[in-house]
């Protein structure tokens, strides 16, 4: 009989124990935990025009099997004029919220991140660059096929022949995109107005 209630007291401290660690000192219950940064890697590039949930949710899945931390690299290309390091607004636009929605599929994931900016004059060159810079240990990408944006046969084949490690190359389906970049609706404007319009336009090309 006093080993069962001995048995008792001490499931009980155990249970009130766990209870304490989860709560804060306050008594609140903690936030949701971020996932640590590990030693292993993923590279995952895009390119601006949309995002593949295809190939995320595959570098997702690869990263959590071996407790890797995923790297989504988003590709700027840098006109010629402008030197390699200038600010982009117009790429930054695009890239926040395609960032922001690989974060929360990789928090449901319970994958952690490290998200980058790879700048090149082509998608080629800001992949060299990337592969330079970074440290991984496989890249996953998406390809170009059936009018989605991703990467060109060229750059795939350069890739695999001049980029280290595990390189896994996702086909992605035809309505995939995560968060698709959808263009402008065209303005009604007078001859003046798009004269007007065209001047911006041109005084942000040579910006």
């Not at 304490?20 to 219950?29: A, E, I």
Request: one cysteine or more; glycine letters at 6%.
């Amino acid at each position: 009989m006093t080993a069962v209630l001995i048995g008792v007291i001490v499931v009980l401290v155990l249970a009130l124990a766990a209870v304490l660690v989860r709560r804060r000192p306050d008594g609140t219950p903690p936030a949701k935990l971020v996932p640590e940064p590990s030693a292993r890697r993923t590279l995952f590039p895009f390119v601006a025009s949309a995002l593949s949930r295809r190939a995320l949710d595959a570098a997702l899945r690869l990263a959590r099997a071996e407790n890797a931390t995923l790297v989504p690299v988003f590709l700027a290309r840098v006109p010629l004029h402008l030197p390699l390091d200038s600010p982009l607004p117009r790429q930054a636009a695009i890239a926040v919220p395609l960032q922001e929605a690989i974060e929360q599929r990789a928090t449901a994931y319970g994958v952690p991140i490290d998200c980058r900016l790879g700048r090149g004059r082509t998608y080629r060159h800001a992949l060299r660059q990337t592969i330079a810079d970074e440290r991984f240990d496989r890249i996953v990408i998406a390809a170009a096929v059936g009018g989605v944006h991703g990467f060109l046969p060229d750059d795939v084949a350069w890739l695999l022949a001049h980029a280290p490690g595990e390189i896994l190359v996702v086909r992605p389906g035809a309505e995939d995109q995560l968060v698709p970049i959808a263009p402008r609706p065209p303005r009604r404007t007078s001859v003046n107005g798009r004269r007007a319009l065209r001047g911006r336009r041109d005084a942000v090309r040579s910006s």
